[in-house]
């Protein structure tokens, strides 16, 4: 429901894209989580809606922006020795739009999507997230990683509002405290006593392995936004890198 309410979350995400004009946006999605590692290659990518059970209005969201062949392309080669497959089918889910209509409601921007490999571990997704961290310093690219640092959707508590249970306020802090420390010590917080509440599937928290990595080649600080957790098991918190 982010993707049409005005909140806190979402005016923070409107403020993140005011002043900053990117040549294109590669977005890590916790939405297209697949075997091997593909990338939207394609003209005119679709919005998907990949949801069901909420109003008709967060169906008829459309976000139009363009793709970006050639960025596909500098991805694929960046991206090696993983393998990148050019895809022509997925489009934009709601991880990235959800976000993007807020940060450019334009939708000028063209935006490619990077799958998420299910079966690579934490570790070699950190290190994509580095070498696609030369996008950035050499191609005004923009990374984006969407998901939730804590994310366990099956102890949501619906009356808790913008609040979190104590164990998810718990491993958000350590995961907060490791990224503006040192965050290529991230592949730590699965020893943390509540990593199995906090991810109980590594979809959602694996977006976050990509903006540590970007951070480990390009240095830089780490700022946070929308610290915060909502419905008790979910987390809001969010990471900028600024080189």
Do not use: C
Request: aromatic share 8%; hydrophobic share 40%; proline share 7%.
């Amino acid at each position: 429901m982010n993707a049409i309410d005005n909140n806190e979350f979402t005016r923070t995400w409107s403020s993140l894209g005011s002043g900053i004009a990117p040549r294109a946006i590669v977005s890590v999605s916790a939405h297209w989580y697949t075997e091997g590692t593909g990338v939207t290659a394609m003209d005119n990518p679709r919005t998907i809606h990949d949801f069901w059970g909420f109003p008709p209005e967060l169906s008829e969201v459309t976000y139009a922006a363009p793709g970006d062949p050639e960025i596909a392309e500098l991805v694929r080669d960046v991206a090696k020795p993983t393998l990148v497959q050019n895809d022509h089918e997925w489009g934009l889910d709601h991880g990235t739009w959800s976000v993007l209509k807020h940060m450019f409601p334009d939708a000028s921007i063209p935006v490619v999507q990077l799958s998420i490999d299910a079966t690579k571990p934490l570790s070699e997704h950190f290190a994509l997230g580095t070498r696609l961290a030369t996008l950035a310093r050499d191609h005004n690219v923009l990374i984006v990683g969407s998901g939730n640092v804590v994310h366990n959707l099956s102890l949501v508590d619906w009356q808790a509002g913008n609040n979190g249970v104590a164990w998810a306020d718990s491993f958000d802090a350590a995961a907060r405290d490791i990224m503006l420390d040192d965050p290529s010590r991230l592949e730590s917080l699965t020893s943390h006593p509540d990593f199995p509440r906090a991810v109980p599937t590594p979809d959602h928290f694996l977006p976050l392995a990509y903006i540590a990595g970007v951070n480990a080649e390009l240095g830089g600080q780490v700022d946070v936004f929308n610290e915060q957790r909502t419905l008790g098991s979910l987390s809001m918190t969010g990471y900028r890198v600024a080189s």
